[in-house]
C-alpha cells in the first residue's frame, strides 16, 4: 500500500496551494484530483491584495504579476469600491485568469515533488487513531495510507460527503452567465455590474483581444446541471445589456448561481475540508478563490507543524475555529451584494443610499477591506493593535542588507523578529523551530489597515502565515514563551 503524509484531494488553486505549503515545510504530499487532466478552464478571474500579500510572503508573486492587469477599484453589488489608498504594497484588485494561477502553482508544487495524480478520484476512505485509508478509484485504484486528508474537491465534495458533514445554508434565486469571447465591437472601458430591466451586466478585457462577458438573471433559475449553449449566452446577454458587443469565437461558456452554503465543520478526525468543498456562494466581489487559498495557507503550516511533532493536536482545531468564521462573513456580504443587484423600484432606493454612503472613506474602508481580507484579525491573545493581524510589508535592513518583513516568510518558517536594536529574548528552546532576525525599520510607524498608523514594534512573532502572535513593546520577552507554546509548540 502507498504511504504518505497528507493526501490532498482537488488539484484546483487551494489543494495546489496547500500542496506547495505542505512541501515547502518538507511533509510527503499525495495530491491527487478525479478529472483526467486540467481543463484550463477559469471560473474565478482575479486575487485580491490579501491573496497577492500571501503570494508575496512565499515568492510566488512576481511571475503572476505579469500575467494579469491592476484595476484600483473593486466593487460591492456592483457599486464601485476604491482600492487605492489602502495600506498596502498592492492596493489594487489583480485581474488574473484562475486558469494562470493554477499552472504557477503547479509548476511550483510540482518543483517541490508534489505533482498532480489526475483521474484519481476519492471514493471511499476509513480513519483510526493513527491515520486514514483512502480508497482512489479510476484506471489506477488503489488505497493510500495516510496521517491526513484535505478534501479540495469542489462544492460538490466527495469527501465532505464521505466525512459526514452537513452543507448548510440557501438555494439558488437568480442565475449568473459568463462567457470568455472574442469581440467585434468591444465596450471603451471595462464595467461591473451595469443593472438593466431584469439583472446586471459586465465586461473585462483579461489578455489583448478577449473578453469575460457576465450577465446575471433575477428572472430564472438554472440547475446546476442544465447545458448553456454560446447561442443562449447571447441571446440572454443581448436582452439585458441591449447589445451583444459583436461577441464571437468563444473559448468557454458556463453559469452559476447565488447558492449559498458553508460546511458546519472544517475538521472530523484527521479529515479536513478547504476551499469550495467548505464554503460556496454567490461570485460577488470576487472573494472564493481568495478564500480558498487562505484556507489552505492557514492550514499548512498548521498541518506540518502537528507532523513534524512541534505541535499539539489543538493547533489544527484553530483552522475551523478561525476559517469558519471568515467564510460566514464572505456568505453573509454576497448575500447583501445579491440583494443590492436585484431589479426594482425599492431596490433602487436602497442603491442610491448605498452609493452615498460609499462615497464616504469610513464606509468604503470597512467594505473594500472586508472584500480584499486585509481587515482579519484572528482571536489570539493580546491587546497590542497587531495582534491577531497581518504583519505590514515594512521595509528592513538587516545585516545581510535591504529586505521586507514579507521576504522573510519565504521559507513557511515562524519568524521572531527583533527591530532596532532592541535585545534579542531569550528563548532557546525554540531556536532550532524558528528563524530569529535582528532588522532596522526604515519607518518609525507601520501603517495598519483599518486602524492607522502605529509605532514600529520592538518585536514581533510572525506565524508562517504572516499573522502576528506576540509583540514585545519592550527588550523583555513578557508572553513570549506562552505565545511559542501555542503557537510554535511546546519547548525542547
Known sequence: METTDVVIAGAGPTGLMLAYELRLAGVDVALVDGLPARTGES??????????????????????????????????????????????????????????????????????????????????????????????????????????????????????????????GTDATMTGMLADVELADPPAQPFFGHRRGVGDFSAVQ??????????????????????????????????????????????????????????????????????????????????????????AVNLGWKLAATLRGHASDELLDTYETERHPIAARVLLNTRAQTALGRSGPHTDALRDIMSDLIDMDQVRHRLGLMITALDIRYDIKGDHPLIGRRVPDADL?????????????????????????????????????VDIVRAESRSEHWAVPGVGEIPAPAAVLLRPDGYVAWVGEEPAAAGLPEALTVWVGAPA
Not at 464554503?279 to 484556507?295: E, F, R, S, T, V
Not at 516568510?409 to 528563548?427: K, M, Q, S, W, Y
Open 397 to 433: 535592513t538587516t545585516a545581510a542588507g535591504a529586505t521586507r518583513v514579507h521576504e522573510l516568510l519565504h521559507a513557511g518558517r515562524p519568524v521572531l523578529l527583533v527591530l532596532d536594536g532592541n535585545d534579542v529574548p531569550a528563548v532557546p528552546q525554540w531556536h532550532d523551530r
Open 206 to 295: 483579461f489578455e489583448p483581444g478577449w473578453y469575460r462577458l457576465v450577465v446575471q438573471r433575477h428572472d430564472r433559475v438554472l440547475d446546476r446541471g442544465t447545458e448553456l449553449s454560446f447561442e443562449d449566452f447571447r441571446t440572454s446577454f443581448a436582452e439585458v445589456a441591449g447589445t451583444d458587443f459583436g461577441m464571437h469565437s468563444p473559448r468557454w461558456v458556463s453559469h452559476y448561481g447565488d447558492a449559498a452554503r458553508q460546511a458546519d465543520r472544517y475538521r472530523v478526525g484527521r479529515v479536513f475540508v478547504a476551499g469550495d468543498a467548505a464554503h460556496i456562494h454567490y461570485p460577488a466581489g470576487g472573494q472564493g478563490q481568495n478564500l480558498g487559498l487562505q484556507d
Open 43 to 168: 471560473r474565478a478571474g482575479g486575487i485580491h491584495a490579501r491573496t497577492m500579500e500571501v503570494l508575496d510572503q512565499r515568492g510566488l508573486l512576481d511571475d503572476l504579476l505579469p500575467r494579469g492587469r491592476s484595476m484600483q477599484a473593486g466593487h460591492f453589488g456592483g457599486l464601485p469600491l476604491d482600492f487605492s489608498d489602502f495600506d498596502t504594497r498592492y492596493p489594487f484588485a489583480l485581474a488574473v485568469l484562475q486558469a494562470a494561477i493554477e499552472r504557477e502553482l503547479d509548476r511550483h508544487a510540482t518543483e517541490l515533488g508534489a505533482p498532480v495524480q489526475w483521474a484519481s478520484p476519492v471514493i471511499d476512505f476509513g480513519q483510526d487513531a493513527a491515520g486514514v485509508e483512502v480508497e482512489i478509484g479510476g484506471p489506477n485504484p488503489r488505497r493510500i495510507r495516510a496521517a491526513y486528508l484535505v478534501g479540495c474537491d469542489g462544492g460538490r465534495s466527495a469527501v465532505r460527503k464521505l466525512a459526514g458533514i452537513d452543507y448548510v
